[in-house]
């Protein structure tokens, strides 16, 4: 069987070819792709190449299939797993494999035969021997490949904690009914988090603040969650603009009542933000320091008497487990949340290369992939312009006009009847 795939020969080069797929193994599956998203991991392997930790130093004449938050349709068992899995079943995979004594090794950055960017891939047996192949129930595919972003900020709720003075047990997770504020909050992982935060059948904080610079990020958020539903499901919610405040801290405190707060989130890596997480932080508080900086040497200061005295605490997170992983597509499936909030754009297989080379120029957030198509890398806010001489984008604007201005299961299933399709035997420049 043939597949398409972009695969990655060293730094910068980015192919999308054809290639044959080899017969599988008993410990192997064959599996279909239908979505991937794009991350930034994958710019950060595209321009190292052999450079980057998980990408093999034989990539030029061994390259990788790149991607990894891809989800299907399991094609063909073989028979040592044919006891646990099943044609036709929908699947994810948590790619944070750690295998022994290849601890970096991941599919979307190691493996010549399975990653998200393909539309046919070969499941090692690694993936099953270490349970990292998982089964889907829902209905889009999108909605499970969206999950392993999801999956990170399930992490960083369940590995916040909080202690009882003068104990030595940590209480894992965020303070259940009490205060939190997500700084830098309005952007697609911080909309995320709220959506969590507020349907998640974890943990739910009583009062929720979320801080931005930028108004129209803001605006955004509070049409997705407003604060009269938040209200609803218990959550006193609170959207703030901090961009011209003279005094951020007390301007957020006071949002709490004049109090500091028990969990604090910074969503973006810069060192003012961390800084001005120290200082929001109350008694017990733990501030979690989830955004990822590229400076090997970034470095901000936080208030050390309060650590003392004040029991302040931080933690960073940078992934989901598998257990995150897996709630977080349950989590999608039973519809508690909603992962099209992180989407922006959506393309085919054909704009995946040059969307991955220039990621960090294109705003917005999650770049949505169809591999089995061709179509640009759009933005959804642009369907409706692109849809006056289109009726293709027309009808998608009218789909998603209906969620909300959101990707949705419906506008799924239109792009999978109705876009062009990348042939089997096509030949790819």
């Not at 044609?87 to 295998?99: A, F, M, R, S, T």
């Not at 700084?183 to 969590?196: H, N, Q, T, Y």
């Not at 405040?245 to 910074?266: R, S």
Request: glycine share 10%; hydrophobic share 40%; proline share 5%.
């Amino acid at each position: 069987m043939k597949t398409l795939a972009l695969r990655l020969y060293g730094e910068n080069d980015l192919r999308l070819e054809q290639f044959k797929l080899n017969e599988i193994t008993d410990d192997e599956i064959l599996a279909d792709i239908v979505t991937n998203s794009i991350c930034m991991s994958d710019y950060k392997a595209a321009i190292q190449g052999g450079k980057h930790k998980r990408v093999p130093d034989d990539v030029a004449t061994n390259p990788i299939i790149l991607g990894h938050e891809f989800c299907g349709q399991l094609l063909k068992v073989g028979k040592n797993w044919q006891h646990k899995f099943k044609v036709g079943q929908k699947y994810g995979v948590q790619p944070q494999l750690n295998i022994p004594g290849r601890e970096h090794w991941a599919p979307g950055y190691s493996f010549p035969y399975i990653g998200g960017h393909a539309t046919r891939i070969i499941i090692p047996k690694e993936v099953m021997e270490l349970d990292c192949l998982l089964t889907y129930d829902g209905d889009a595919y999108y909605k499970s490949s969206i999950s392993e972003p999801v999956s990170c900020i399930v992490g960083a709720f369940r590995c916040s904690y909080h202690f009882d003075p003068g104990q030595y047990v940590h209480h894992m997770g965020i303070k259940d009914k009490g205060s939190m504020v997500v700084l830098a909050g309005a952007g697609p992982m911080g909309v995320s988090a709220i959506d969590l935060a507020l349907h998640g059948p974890e943990h739910r904080p009583a009062r929720l603040v979320i801080t931005d610079i930028d108004q129209a990020r803001l605006e955004r958020a509070a049409e997705i969650f407003s604060v009269e539903h938040a209200k609803e499901c218990g959550v006193e919610l609170h959207y703030l603009n901090t961009a011209k405040v003279a005094n951020p801290v007390e301007f957020i405190k006071a949002a709490n009542q004049g109090q500091g707060y028990n969990d604090v989130m910074v969503f973006a890596p810069v060192p003012a933000l961390i800084e001005q997480g120290s200082a929001l932080l109350g008694y017990n508080g733990c501030m979690n320091f989830f955004a990822g900086p590229s400076e090997q040497d970034f470095m901000a200061s936080i208030n050390f008497y309060d650590v003392h005295y004040m029991g302040h605490h931080i933690v960073g997170s940078s992934g989901g487990n598998t257990k995150d992983l897996q709630d977080s597509m349950n989590y999608a499936a039973q519809g508690l949340i909603n992962p099209s909030v992180m989407i922006t754009h959506v393309g085919g297989i054909d704009s995946v290369a040059a969307t991955t080379l220039d990621l960090p120029k294109i705003p917005g957030g999650k770049k949505l992939v169809y591999t089995h198509i061709s179509m640009p890398m759009t933005a959804i806010d642009d369907f409706e312009q692109l849809g006056k001489n289109d009726k293709y984008f027309a009808d998608l604007h009218q789909i998603c006009k209906q969620s909300n201005g959101m990707w949705c299961t419906e506008a799924e299933l239109y792009v999978l009847a109705n876009a062009p399709r990348m042939e089997a035997d096509a030949v790819i420049g």
